[in-house]
């Protein structure tokens, strides 16, 4: 699957509702939004220390990275935002004009969207030269392997790899067997072995050995030799 094919699949789901968070301030004076793939183990509202400027998000990388191809007229090279996490309040200034103009720009650079959801908040941070503050990544976004991870307040299954299908985590199996006792729908699909979790912990983010041994070796020189990340939680 190629990057334009992985847009049109991520397009299907739910992600774009975040986008509603906007309208939702014309009810609330404060909305929080957090993706599905998470784990909440402590009390979260010191997300709150988050929202003076209007609108609290997660640091991310750059926004190309979000694109298949270069959108005219934003910063390319420009570090951006990740959006597992976002505090919305009704201090953003013309926020009633954002949840529109969010989907106007989703239609219109559809084309050259990887992560599109992602992608058109981080050209609405710009378009809008809206302050934001950044929420510390390692206390609500950390990843189920990460060496922080009793310590933070949200664990984030970001990547592929899910609590469901692939990472062993107490708490989240807990509440799953309590949500299928309540009727919910069990996981079905495939499920990653010892060694796919032991590649993903110590090299995240490395293609499937499998599929593609090439580029898998190749990846694991590159990190082992010359591993541009000081922290896990900078890689996503």
Known sequence: MNKKQ????????????????????????????????????KDITGLMDYSETGLGILPGDLLKHNLIEP??????????????TIIFT?????????????????QEYASKLYLPDQAIINILIMAFNIDVMEIDKDIYC?????????????????RPKKFWDCWKF?????NNKKWIKMGGTPYKGKRCNFIYRWIEKYYP??????????KFVKFILQMTFNNPYKNFNEIK
């Open 142 to 158: 950390a990843h189920p392997i990460a060496p922080n991870v009793k310590d933070a307040i949200i664990v984030h299954s970001y």
């Open 90 to 106: 009704e201090q953003i200034k013309d926020y009633e004009k954002m949840t529109e103009w969010c989907y106007e720009k989703l």
């Open 205 to 214: 983010g490395a293609p499937d050995p499998i599929r593609k041994p090439r």
């Open 6 to 41: 992985t847009a049109i699949v991520f397009g299907i789901t739910m992600a774009y509702s975040r986008f509603e968070c906007f309208n939702l301030l014309n009810e609330f004076k404060t909305v929080i939004w957090l993706d599905v793939d998470i784990l909440i183990q």
């Open 170 to 174: 107490k708490e989240w199996d807990s």
């Open 71 to 84: 959108i005219e007229g934003y910063a390319m090279n420009k570090l951006g935002y990740w959006t597992g």
